[in-house]
């Protein structure tokens, strides 16, 4: 398969990173296509963690990298990266990481709205990662953002914010009773992020056009997770980008038949960060458990991540909406040493069994998951390289998911070193 999509099934953090990393190698070309610096994902550089929240990992190992126009950019995040990056010996200049013209610029009013409303949304608010992602694609929504192509051209970035800045600052004045934008500030450092990244700037579609009939092998990295798009999750308690595979189409410039493959990334049990409805979220010790093996902190916010069991209704769900070529299976290592587990099969609502996330949050809330249960496995697991080495209760347990779920799993990940990992059928080949 030439061009494949990678994408979360679940709530984000499935360990979509090390996986993109991982198939990097059989790429030519990686492009991220929606979401911001919401998003992060380990590296280790000679011996070194790195959190990258913009830059894809494909960097690491010498590949052409792309932002979408999908994306939000927060222009100060993107040079510390590159700058790091660069520090440590990676090739990240503008031949090596391009970035969409069409891609949407994070100002300092997304963030200060972003932190404003959720400070007097109180206990209803999201629990964003205060980044301002939100409020830029509210602005290209609404058609008042400013794209990479305005802040590279000093006329016209000066106009647009010229046109949008009386108007944030009252709202952050009068309605948010937050601080408000120091305009020379705010215009003196974007001039200087402007020059610094306007060599990177690309026209996008055409580059994959390019690659495409060159036969490149194209990698479109998705970041977040299904149930946290904006229009097929728990809204609102979402992100507010379509996550969803379809989206890697319009986020890059492609078209659907330029896609050959959807990887589904799936966690071996659930989690979540931030509010939001979470039917099988466990709140006993082994909740604490799989939280603390699986070291399961947001690696951008560094928030606690809410742990439960694996949940196929919301990996059904994921399958009618990314319709996935194959699964991979992540933390796999982290549910050994359990007694027993559990999956969630169905949700029982109004006394009957359902097969779908309900779109009223009154209903979901509603849900009781119904679980089957499998004996645990005690033995560890991170050493195996093949499938058919696995203690038989963890293949009985990879089994019922493949079955509850009728997409085939193509890898497996026994542990965070890139070595750790079980290639059923490699999803390039
Ligand atoms: P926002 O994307 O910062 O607006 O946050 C909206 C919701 O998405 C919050 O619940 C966040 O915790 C969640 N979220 C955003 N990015 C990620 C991610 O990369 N992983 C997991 N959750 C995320």
């Known amino acids: 398969m030439s061009n494949i999509v990678i994408i979360g099934t679940q709530w984000g953090d499935e360990g979509k990173g090390k996986i993109v990393d991982h198939l990097a190698e059989f790429a030519d070309i990686v492009v991220r296509f929606q979401g911001g610096n919401n998003a992060g994902h380990t590296m280790v550089i000679s011996g070194r963690k790195f959190i990258s929240h913009l830059v894809p990992s494909g960097i690491l190992q010498g590949k052409q ?14 040079i510390e990266e590159t700058e790091k990056l660069d520090k440590n010996g990676i090739d990240v200049s503008p031949e090596k990481l391009k970035i969409s013209e069409k891609a949407h610029i994070i100002m300092p009013y997304h963030k200060m709205i972003d932190k404003a409303r959720e400070e007097i949304n109180g206990d209803k608010k999201i629990g964003t990662t205060g980044r301002g992602i939100g409020p830029c694609y509210e602005d290209k929504a609404t058609r008042r953002g400013i794209r990479f192509i305005d802040l590279i051209d000093p006329d016209v970035f000066k106009e647009k914010v010229n046109a949008i800045i009386d108007e944030k600052n009252f709202y952050l004045k009068s309605f948010l009773k937050s601080e408000t934008t120091d305009l ?36 479109f990295e998705g970041a977040q997770g299904t149930h946290l798009d904006i229009d097929h999750g728990t809204y609102p308690y979402v992100t507010s980008s379509n996550t969803v595979a379809g989206n890697a189409c319009n986020g890059a410039g492609v078209g659907p038949r330029d896609i050959h493959g959807v990887v589904g990334i799936v966690k071996a049990y659930t989690t979540r960060v931030g509010a939001g409805p979470f039917p099988t979220e466990l709140f006993d010790e082994i909740g604490n458990r799989i939280q603390e093996k699986g070291a399961e902190f947001g690696a951008t916010t560094g928030r606690r991540r809410r742990c439960g069991w694996l949940d196929t209704v919301l990996l059904r769900n994921a399958g009618r909406l990314n319709s996935p070529t194959g699964h991979v299976i992540t933390k796999l290592d982290v549910l050994g040493g359990l007694e027993f587990l559990k999956i969630c099969t169905h949700y029982e609502f109004q006394g009957k069994n359902i097969d779908e996330v309900p779109a009223s949050l009154t209903a979901l809330a509603q849900c009781k ?28 347990y990879l089994k019922r998911i493949e079955e509850l779920t009728n997409v085939p799993i193509q890898m497996i990940s026994v542990g965070s070193g890139r070595e750790e990992t079980i290639v059923i059928k490699n999803p390039f080949k």
């Open 65 to 78: 990298c792309y932002l979408g126009n999908g994306m939000v950019i927060d222009p100060a995040v993107l």
């Open 184 to 219: 020379r500030q705010m215009m003196d450092e974007y001039t200087g992020y402007a020059k610094r990244l306007a060599p990177h700037a690309v026209n996008l579609s055409v580059a994959m056009r390019q690659a495409i009939d060159a036969g490149k092998k194209i990698l």
């Open 369 to 396: 998951p119904v679980y089957e249960t499998f004996p645990g496995w005690p033995e560890e697991i991170s050493h195996i390289r093949k499938y058919k080495d696995l203690p038989k209760n963890t293949k009985n």
